[in-house]
């Protein structure tokens, strides 16, 4: 990192996951090109879940190569007198794994409803067992994770 007073730890890179609207997964394409997508992320321990279609180009992508990174922001406010920005992102990275085991997926898909949809969280479990095979839920362990952050007072 270039400016190594805006670094900060993993803690804190967990907490911008904890705390953002979305984040960006990563991945590669067949031919080698990238391909990034928002997700809705949730950290549950030391990784981060996220629902994704049985098939399309996420879930192809992360099946053939499952090395991925995951990018959020917390925090971003414009400051136009400094030409500049004040933010707290993060940056996430692992090895993709597709959760197959009914209890971990419906734990995931559970915590992504409370974080992201805390009002239909009474409705879920209808919701789950009619969908859960229809739904994908993959996981990256976070390998590395590291933070940054421009705040002006």
């Known amino acids: 990192m270039r400016k190594k007073e805006r ?16 984040a ?7 031919d080698g ?9 949730v950290r549950i321990e030391n990784a981060l879940y996220f ?10 992508n992360l099946r053939r190569f499952p090395e991925a990174c995951l990018t959020a922001v917390s925090y971003a406010k414009l400051t ?3 030409l500049s920005v ?14 197959l085991e009914p209890e971990e997926k419906a734990a995931a898909l559970r915590e992504i409803t409370r974080r992201f949809a805390p009002s239909r969280l009474s409705q879920m479990e209808p919701i789950l067992l009619k969908q859960l095979d229809q739904t994908a ?17």
Do not use: M
Request: hydrophobic share 35%; proline share 8%; aromatic share 8%.
């Open 86 to 99: 004040d933010y707290r992102s993060a940056v996430v990275s692992g090895r993709a794994e597709e959760v």
């Open 51 to 60: 629902h994704a279609a049985l098939e399309g180009q996420k879930t192809e």
């Open 33 to 41: 090109s990238p391909y990034c997508i928002p997700v809705s992320a």
């Open 137 to 153: 839920v993959w996981k990256i362990p976070i390998r590395t994770a590291t933070g940054k952050c421009r705040e002006t007072l």
């Open 80 to 82: 136009p007198e400094s």
């Open 24 to 30: 960006v997964l990563a991945t590669v394409n067949p």
């Open 7 to 22: 670094e900060r730890d993993a803690l804190f890179a967990c907490q911008v996951f904890d705390e953002c609207p979305y």
